[in-house]
C-alpha cells in the first residue's frame, strides 16, 4: 500500500477483555516497530520486527502485551487482561531494512481505550 | 541511545523561519541526529536526518554544530499547517527503536 495502515482506528473496550491491533507495513518494508503514546506523553518504544522475529521485546510493558509478524508483512499486537493504564494510542512504523539508517514511515495508530 | 533537551514551546510567525534547537550533548560518533513531527491526532512524520554534515530537504534545514553537540531544524517559511510537537532523537547505525521525548511544540501564528 501506499502508507503504514493500521486497524481498528479506535478501540473501546472493558477492563479484562483481550484486544487484538493490526498493522499493515509499506510493501517490502522488511522492519516493523511498535510504539505506544500516552495522553501528553512522548512515543515509549515497545517491540521491533525484522522480517518475522522479534529479537529485542524487552520493550513489552508486561506479560499481557505479545505481537506477532506472519510472512514478513502484517503484525499484531495483542494486549490480554487490559487495564486502564494500557489506554493509549499504539502507533506501528516500518523501514526499509533494520541494516540501514532509514526514515520510519509511521501509520495513523490506534487509540485504544480502557474503561 | 544519547539523550537530547528541546524547549518545551515555541512561537513562530507564519512567513517567517522557525528555528528549532536541540541539544545532545552526550553523542556519540556512531549517531546520527532525527527530526520528526507530529500534528494533532496524527502518527509522526518523518523530516530529516543527518550525521555530520548540514542536510536540506524539500521540507527543512538541519544545522549540525561542528562538534555534533547540538543541532538546528530550520523550516524556512512557516505556515500554520507546520503547527506540531517536534521531536528530535539521536540514535546508532543500523537503524533501531527510537525513543521520542517531550519534544517542542511549535505554534505558528498568523
Known amino acids: 500500500g501506499a502508507g503504514v495502515s493500521q486497524s481498528p482506528s479506535n478501540k473501546v473496550t472493558e477492563k479484562g477483555k483481550d484486544v487484538e491491533l493490526r498493522c499493515d507495513p509499506i510493501?517490502?518494508?522488511?522492519?516493523l516497530y511498535w510504539y505506544r503514546q500516552s495522553l501528553g506523553q512522548g512515543l515509549e518504544f515497545l517491540i521491533y520486527?525484522?522480517?518475522?522475529?522479534?529479537?529485542?521485546k524487552s520493550g513489552l510493558p508486561s506479560d499481557r502485551f505479545s505481537a506477532e509478524r506472519t510472512g514478513g508483512s502484517v503484525s499484531t499486537l495483542t494486549i490480554q487482561r487490559t487495564q486502564q493504564e494500557d489506554s493509549a494510542v499504539y502507533l506501528c512504523?516500518?523501514?526499509?531494512?533494520?541494516?540501514?539508517?532509514?526514515?520510519?514511515?509511521f501509520g495513523p495508530g490506534t487509540r485504544l481505550t480502557v474503561l | 541511545d544519547a539523550k537530547t533537551t528541546q524547549p518545551p514551546s515555541m512561537d513562530c510567525a507564519e512567513g517567517r523561519a522557525a528555528n528549532l534547537p536541540c541539544n545532545h550533548s552526550?553523542?556519540?560518533?556512531?549517531?546520527?541526529v532525527y527530526w520528526y513531527r507530529q500534528i494533532h491526532s496524527q502518527g509522526p512524520q518523518y523530516i530529516i536526518h543527518?550525521?555530520?554534515n548540514n542536510e536540506t530537504n524539500e521540507m527543512a534545514s538541519l544545522i549540525i554544530t561542528e562538534d555534533r553537540k547540538s543541532s538546528t531544524l530550520i523550516l524556512p517559511h512557516a505556515t500554520l499547517r507546520d503547527t506540531a510537537v517536534y521531536y528530535c532523537?539521536?540514535?546508532?547505525?543500523?537503524?533501531?527503536?527510537?525513543?521520542f521525548g517531550g519534544g517542542t511544540r511549535l505554534m505558528v501564528k498568523p
Open positions: 512504523a516500518s523501514s526499509l531494512d533494520w541494516g540501514r539508517v532509514n526514515e520510519q514511515f
Open positions: 510493501s517490502g518494508h522488511t522492519a
Open positions: 520486527f525484522q522480517g518475522n522475529s522479534a529479537p529485542d
Open positions: 552526550t553523542i556519540s560518533g556512531n549517531e546520527y
Open positions: 543527518g550525521l555530520k
Open positions: 532523537i539521536v540514535r546508532a547505525a543500523p537503524g533501531n527503536m527510537l525513543t
